[in-house]
Structures are given as C-alpha cells and as structure tokens.
C-alpha cells in the first residue's frame, strides 16, 4: 500500500512542478509559448500530465536510440530530448498547448531538466523515505 501512496505523491509533485514551469515560461514568453487558459488553466494541467506520461514511457526510448549523439556532443544533445517530448506535446494538444519557436522549447526543457533534478533530490526521494519508515 506505501508503494501506490509513493507513487501517487511523485505523480502529484511531478505534475505540479510542471505545469508551474509551464506556466512560468509562458507569462515570460508570451509570444512564443501559449498555453489555453480556459476552463481555469485546465490546459496547463493536461500539458503536464502528457508530459509525466511521455517521460515515463517514450523517453526512455529516445534517450537509448540518441546515446551515440549525445555521447559525441559531450551531453550537450540531452535537452534536446526534452524539446522533442515538448513538440510532442504541442502536437497532441494542438492549439491548447502551443510552442513556437526551438529556442524558447530549449529554455523551457532545460528548465524542465533542472526542476526534474531538484524535485528528485530535494522533494520526492525526501518525501518517499519519511513515507518508508
């Protein structure tokens, strides 16, 4: 039963924690990134999930097929990674979740890159072992 409850606090936290990246990125680059506001932000949510979804099951994937590129640009090809689960998302949500542009899908993956990091080490590992005990 502590496994599912695991699971589901770092699903939540994931969630969040994107969607508040999202967002942010988009008031910042509010020419480039759009996220629909209707129905009370909802979009930003279902981005988020897509998202969590897509780094669980797809990037996985990528990130084993891209080992020799990344390895010859010394890593610098990893966020890239990112920018590709970012047009995915783009062109699953269509108009609701839009991103023009590569450089500002950049600055948003790296930044999902960081909070991934963050969140890992700072909140869910935390979290996951007060819950173990």
């Known amino acids: 039963m502590k496994i599912k409850v695991n699971i589901l606090v770092e699903w939540m936290i994931y969630i969040i924690g994107y969607a508040l990246i999202l967002n ?13 506001n209707s129905f ?6 279902i981005a988020s999930l897509v998202i969590y979804i897509l780094n ?17 640009t010394l890593g610098i090809f990893y966020p890239f990674i990112n920018v590709i689960i970012l ?11 839009r991103i023009d542009g590569i450089l500002f899908a950049f600055f948003a993956a790296i ?23």
């Open 24 to 36: 942010i990125v988009a008031l910042i680059f509010k020419n480039t990134i759009h996220i629909d």
């Open 111 to 133: 930044l999902i890159s960081v909070l991934n990091i963050l969140m890992d080490d700072k909140i869910i590992k935390p979290v996951i072992r007060r819950g173990d005990r």
């Open 56 to 72: 669980k099951t797809i990037k996985p994937i990528i990130v084993r097929f891209t080992i020799p590129i990344t390895a010859l």
């Open 40 to 45: 009370f932000g909802i979009w930003g949510i």
């Open 87 to 97: 047009k995915i998302v783009d062109f699953i949500l269509g108009s609701h979740f």
